[in-house]
């Protein structure tokens, strides 16, 4: 498969105009040598360790959730690891996409596929950054919501931050740091990965408790559903992998 026409396929399931007028998403490293497309490589983020991994293992593109050029260098330097990366990968043709916020607001993307997680309920979309509604057939406590998250997701912990002790019926959901999106939406609960100290007390005192997760927490798993679409979408013309390198920076004793 060409470049090009894997990129068409990504796009159609993830199209960039839905992605977030800041987010530094599509095509961030085109090689030089066009090259036929077989073996493409899933990862949230692109490390160096997963950099090796793609040379080692002949992998032809990467899929990026994370850009690897997000908060910029104006050198190419091998003391820069972010600037490593990217020249490894120029110097062996491979090319690397990152879809980010776009399959986030994607119809059966990250943002979706998190709110799955809550239980049955009617889902909505927001206007704004992609998030999505829950409201629950069933409402429930806070801490049982947290287990069913924790649960289905299979996580270590999950974070809690509690407003009231009403049942919770509507959850707004974003994957990631996802504050600026939720901001302003009413509902019982907000769920994402990461938020500041001050968000989550402005949160709650507005009567909006808060699920945490961890930033790539909220992510990671959509990869194997990411894998089994790409892998359907092209009718298996290319090989599908997921990086065994990448990995949560967190972890928790």
Not at 152 to 177: D, F, H, Q, S, Y
């Amino acid at each position: 498969m060409k470049l090009n026409s894997f990129i068409q396929t990504l796009e159609e399931m993830a199209p960039p105009k839905l992605a977030e007028k800041w987010d530094n998403h599509g095509l961030l490293i085109e090689p030089l040598e066009e090259r036929d497309i077989q073996t493409i490589l899933l990862t949230i983020d692109l490390t160096e360790a997963v950099a090796r991994e793609t040379v080692n293992t002949n992998v032809d593109a990467i899929v990026a959730y994370h850009p690897i050029f997000f908060g910029g260098f104006q050198r190419l330097e091998k003391t820069n690891p972010q600037a490593r990366v990217a020249m490894r990968l120029v110097q062996k043709n491979i090319a690397v996409y990152s879809p980010h916020t776009a399959l986030d607001a994607a119809q059966g993307g990250v943002n979706d596929w998190l709110a799955k997680a809550l239980g049955d309920g009617t889902l909505l979309c927001a206007e704004f950054g992609g998030t999505r509604i829950v409201d629950l057939f069933n409402p429930i406590q806070l801490p049982t919501l947290g287990k069913r998250v924790k649960d289905t997701l299979r996580l270590e912990t999950v974070k809690l931050a509690k407003a009231n002790n009403k049942p919770i019926k509507t959850i707004a959901v974003c994957a990631g740091a996802g504050i600026e999106a939720l901001r302003g939406i009413k509902a019982d609960c907000y769920l994402t990965g990461e938020m500041k100290h001050h968000d989550v007390l402005g949160a709650i005192e507005a009567g909006t408790s808060v699920i945490l997760c961890g930033h790539t927490e909220t992510e990671r798993g959509y990869l194997k559903i990411l894998q089994q679409r790409l892998l359907a979408e092209t009718e298996h013309a290319i090989d599908v992998l997921i990086s065994k390198t990448d990995i949560a920076p967190l972890t928790t004793l």
